[in-house]
């Protein structure tokens, strides 16, 4: 359906952003599993001449380590390229002279460091998984509900995620569950945040019109992107559902079957 | 300041309704503990001519374990006239033909006896405390995220409740999430539905404005009962925090220091 339309439109794009989990890869045991088709599309964009960009809002590992396992995975891509929430949230903590009490994935700790976490006066919450039990959950209660003000950072607000073993929750619904019961609104660090987006176009140095957002996520990836003013196209790995092409805000300005198709589309329009 | 007002209009009450945990007794290890003279309100409820009824959120136990338990701690109160969202729901799912996938406390399970949960079209929550896990959340969520029309049912909306060792997240909190995560409205079975108000009015064979609610908690106790046209009135112990007094929706009709204390002033203006 709309197939058609947005690769015309893209010929005067300068840059891409591509999301990573369930559009590069789909995460499960040890490091997952690369989407067929994906590591050569990446491949492609990079001998493009378009810039290329990753931007994700993976928090269960740090992103050395995320940026290592994609490397394993066989993708051509290197840290300074991958934007991720808990460094930018690093900065708003150092910023705003800030202590955090975390709940957080173990493997997302490291970014942490440095920061002093006593007598804490903030909560940052990312995809802890396992970690978001109840005892774990009230504890990060108890410090929001214990402030004069309450103030919750959630790193991403995605509602949940596909790993091989089938849809895991993700951290946006423990963001939902903290805001009510503290009757507070989170502050929300990575995709859909404007903030986030627009520190990747900065670092690509183009405007928001000159870029294309490609996500399995329509509301956080494309949603988001074109709430900045960006085209966004979803891809239908991942956390895609069918019943998303017919949202009742988010309509995507095309929709294709996986990234090398849309990276096909794109180039051929471009004559590349 | 409010404690002028209220026990005047209640000298054409006929019936008072309490709240359970938080104004008889705080919960915690073992049975928990009577709030003092609490025991004693109620038998001076008793002994005037109101009637009484009592309506609990409480979904860790049976109702007949928990009325037990109240038993043990000194209340003369019977099953009979406890009112709470288990038996409520049983029979709603008994009237529409569902079958609950069931994430509740272990206590509860015998209350949900004989519906059959095989290949579940619905989801029912209670507070589950520690059986809130991530893994226990995210196969709730896998069930509904798999119904063409997810369908989720909460035993009550709280926020969270005092236990004798601190705040505790309740039931609430995990409606929002799988709220979120699923993009559903649950359906509320226990206070503040006005349909379960509305069963202990008819019980009792009185009007809205003939009753009285007294409750710790401002939103789902006095505001739910406010808004069924009954008068309601917080108790400054169980969950009760200052700031409840400068809500910014719900005005309580009166604040008093405890039910002891309600119960004096109440009393008091009926000349008993």
Redesign the interface.
């Given at each position: 359906m709309a197939a058609a339309g947005w690769p015309v439109c893209a010929q005067s794009l300068k840059g891409v952003i591509l999301d990573m989990c369930g559009v590069l890869y789909d995460s499960g045991d040890g490091d997952g599993v690369a989407i067929p088709g994906s590591i050569e599309a990446v491949q492609r964009l990079k001998r493009s001449d378009l810039q290329l960009r990753f931007c994700t809002n993976e928090t269960q590992a740090s992103r050395d380590r995320f940026v290592a396992k994609l490397q394993r995975l066989g993708f051509d891509i290197s840290v300074k390229e991958v934007f991720s929430p808990a460094p930018a949230a690093v900065s708003v903590l150092k910023e705003r002279g800030l202590r955090p009490h975390l709940l957080v994935y173990d493997g997302l700790l490291p970014e942490f460091e440095g920061l002093d976490q006593k007598n804490p006066n903030c909560v940052v919450i990312g995809d802890?998984?396992?970690?978001?039990?109840?005892?774990n959950?009230?504890d990060a209660?108890?410090v929001l509900?214990g402030l004069d003000k309450p103030l919750l950072f959630s790193l991403g607000q995605g509602?949940?995620y596909k790993e091989t073993d089938?849809?895991?929750?993700d951290v946006?619904?423990?963001m939902?569950?903290?805001?009510?019961?503290?009757?507070v609104k989170a502050q929300v660090i990575g995709k859909p945040s404007p903030t986030f987006f627009q520190s990747v176009l900065n670092d690509m140095g183009i405007q928001p019109h000159e870029a294309l957002m490609i996500g399995d996520d329509l509301v956080n990836d494309v949603g988001g992107a074109q709430s900045c003013g960006m085209m966004g196209v979803q891809v239908r790995t991942g956390k895609y559902r069918a019943s998303d092409e017919r949202h009742s805000s988010v309509r995507a300005d095309g929709t294709e079957d996986n990234l090398s198709r849309a990276v096909d589309l794109l180039l051929h329009h471009r004559g590349q």
């Amino acid at each position: 359906m709309a197939a058609a339309g947005w690769p015309v439109c893209a010929q005067s794009l300068k840059g891409v952003i591509l999301d990573m989990c369930g559009v590069l890869y789909d995460s499960g045991d040890g490091d997952g599993v690369a989407i067929p088709g994906s590591i050569e599309a990446v491949q492609r964009l990079k001998r493009s001449d378009l810039q290329l960009r990753f931007c994700t809002n993976e928090t269960q590992a740090s992103r050395d380590r995320f940026v290592a396992k994609l490397q394993r995975l066989g993708f051509d891509i290197s840290v300074k390229e991958v934007f991720s929430p808990a460094p930018a949230a690093v900065s708003v903590l150092k910023e705003r002279g800030l202590r955090p009490h975390l709940l957080v994935y173990d493997g997302l700790l490291p970014e942490f460091e440095g920061l002093d976490q006593k007598n804490p006066n903030c909560v940052v919450i990312g995809d802890a998984a396992e970690k978001f039990s109840y005892e774990n959950l009230n504890d990060a209660f108890r410090v929001l509900i214990g402030l004069d003000k309450p103030l919750l950072f959630s790193l991403g607000q995605g509602r949940y995620y596909k790993e091989t073993d089938g849809l895991k929750l993700d951290v946006g619904v423990y963001m939902k569950a903290l805001e009510y019961a503290c009757d507070v609104k989170a502050q929300v660090i990575g995709k859909p945040s404007p903030t986030f987006f627009q520190s990747v176009l900065n670092d690509m140095g183009i405007q928001p019109h000159e870029a294309l957002m490609i996500g399995d996520d329509l509301v956080n990836d494309v949603g988001g992107a074109q709430s900045c003013g960006m085209m966004g196209v979803q891809v239908r790995t991942g956390k895609y559902r069918a019943s998303d092409e017919r949202h009742s805000s988010v309509r995507a300005d095309g929709t294709e079957d996986n990234l090398s198709r849309a990276v096909d589309l794109l180039l051929h329009h471009r004559g590349q």
